[in-house]
């Protein structure tokens, strides 16, 4: 079975700096998909970027951008230039088409922006 | 709008008392499913439908009914609640399954407590 860790509870950051958010798996499969979802305080599940493991290339999305090393089964998640509005709760969560359509999400990461 | 629509959003009940969430899409989509969220635990799969009548267990499922009897519904059954069903509640869609890239829609969640 698939596992998705993110090791750190909580995190703070500056507006206008940078974080970088982890996140490593667990899989005996070599074609799958990572994702990062934003959770804000409306409860709703935003998909911030994803990535297919066939590419190398990293994926980016205007100030979102992850460091996507499948070898060492790891996808962080890097947000740059802060926003007050990018405080939430993010989660890293892997899929295999495989195993059907089944997301399976780390514990998640809270994301304080502090003025 | 390409939505997922759950209700209700706010539910309080009591131990034993069944009750019905709701889960509607109107985009299609072949692929629904339910998870839980809990604190430390990110999100959890209960169960899982891949078309119309064909449904199966996720991870966490005793305890929890569902049935997909249209496609557009598939509605969470909570025959006798108990007070560790508390939780946040998500409904989510997607395309066929081998659309793994596109990622999950997700509802609004329902907050349940039972007490």
């Known amino acids: 079975a698939q596992t998705v860790t993110q090791s750190q509870p909580e995190m703070s950051v500056q507006e206008a700096e940078t974080v970088t958010l982890s996140c490593t798996y667990d899989?005996?499969?070599?074609?799958?998909?990572l994702f990062w979802y934003k959770q804000p305080p409306s409860r709703q599940m935003i998909l911030v970027i994803r990535?297919?493991?066939?590419?190398?290339q990293n994926a980016t999305e205007n100030r979102f951008s992850v460091n996507f090393q499948k070898a060492a089964k790891s996808f962080s998640l890097k947000i740059s230039d802060s926003q007050l509005g990018d405080t939430a709760m993010y989660f890293c969560?892997?899929?295999?088409?495989?195993?059907?359509?089944?997301?399976?999400f780390g514990g998640g990461t809270r994301v304080l922006v502090k003025p | 709008e390409a939505q997922v629509t759950q209700n209700p959003r706010y539910l309080i009940t009591v131990t034993g008392k069944k009750l019905t969430v709701t889960c509607s899409q109107n985009?299609?989509?072949?692929?629904m499913s339910w998870y839980r969220q809990d604190p430390g635990l990110g999100l959890r799969q209960i169960y899982y439908?891949?078309?119309?009548?064909?449904?199966d267990k996720g991870d966490v499922p005793e305890g929890y009914k569902v049935s997909r009897k249209e496609k557009r519904n598939f509605p969470l059954i909570l025959e006798s609640p108990s007070p560790n069903q508390t939780s946040l509640y998500f409904c989510?869609?997607?395309?066929?399954?081998?659309?793994?890239?596109?990622?999950?829609?997700f509802g609004s969640g329902t907050r349940l407590t039972v007490v």
């Open positions: 990535q297919e493991a066939y590419k190398q």
């Open positions: 989510a869609s997607s395309p066929h399954p081998g659309t793994g890239s596109l990622g999950y829609t």
């Open positions: 985009m299609n989509h072949e692929y």
């Open positions: 439908s891949m078309n119309v009548e064909v449904t």
């Open positions: 899989t005996s499969e070599n074609n799958y998909y």
């Open positions: 969560a892997f899929m295999n088409e495989a195993a059907g359509n089944k997301l399976t």
